[in-house]
Nanobody, 124 residues
Framework: QVQLVESGGGLVQAGGSLRLSCAVS????????MGWYRQAPGKQRELVAA???????NYADSVKGRFTISRDNAKNTVYLQMNSLKPEDTAVYYC??????????????????WGQGTLVTVSS
């Protein structure tokens, strides 16, 4: 079983910063892409940023230049540094990981998992 545990959400004023973390644990052979998604009230979940195992990144246009995604492969952790936050960034942020499982003897198959979400509220 694989778990993704997020932390770092909270309330911040517009213009402020927050750093989200997501630690992946469990029966994992390897982790490929990791990403952050968000879902605002009444809206669909959207990709915020993603990073491959090699470090290539992509961002939603709305956060380019303000957010930075990074990962520590040794710790199976992905981060999202959010600067210059705006009220429209208010949402529940979810971590996602594409990984290959491990059954104790050999790799299993490609799967993906989600964190429980962490709320980010930006006040104006």
């Amino acid at each position: 079983q694989v778990q993704l545990v997020e932390s770092g959400g909270g309330l911040v004023q517009a213009g402020g910063s927050l750093r989200l973390s997501c630690a992946v644990s469990g029966s994992i052979f390897s982790i490929n892409a990791m990403g952050w998604y968000r879902q605002a009230p009444g809206k669909q979940r959207e990709l915020v940023a993603a990073i491959t195992s090699g470090g290539s990144t992509n961002y939603a246009d709305s956060v380019k230049g303000r957010f930075t995604i990074s990962r520590d492969n040794a710790k199976n952790t992905v981060y999202l540094q959010m600067n210059s936050l705006k009220p429209e960034d208010t949402a529940v942020y979810y971590c996602n990981a594409d990984y290959v499982g491990w059954d104790g003897l050999a790799p299993t198959r490609a799967l993906d998992a989600w964190g429980q979400g962490t709320l980010v509220t930006v006040s104006s």
